[in-house]
C-alpha cells in the first residue's frame, strides 16, 4: 500500500483524539505486520494538507497541521 486517506468522524477531529488514532494505527502495523513495516501520518484540515505533512516526517513521522497553523 502505497498511501491511505482517511476522514475522521467529529468527534475525533481534536487534536488530541487524532493523534491517539494515528499512534494505534503505528502500533496496529508494528503488532500484525512487524516492525519494520512504518509509516507517516499527516493529520490536517483537509486531504492535501494531511499529505504535505505526511512528507514533512518520513519514514515514521506523525505530524499534525491545525487550523491556526495556516
Known sequence: ?????CRLMKNEADAAIAR???RAVKAGLARNIG?????????APNEYLAKVA???EKP???TVIEPQDL
Open 60 to 62: 515514521d513521522g506523525l
Open 35 to 43: 516492525e519494520h513495516v512504518r509509516c507517516s501520518i499527516g493529520i
Open 54 to 56: 505526511t512528507d514533512l
Open 20 to 22: 491517539g488514532i494515528a
Open 1 to 5: 500500500i502505497d498511501e491511505v486517506s
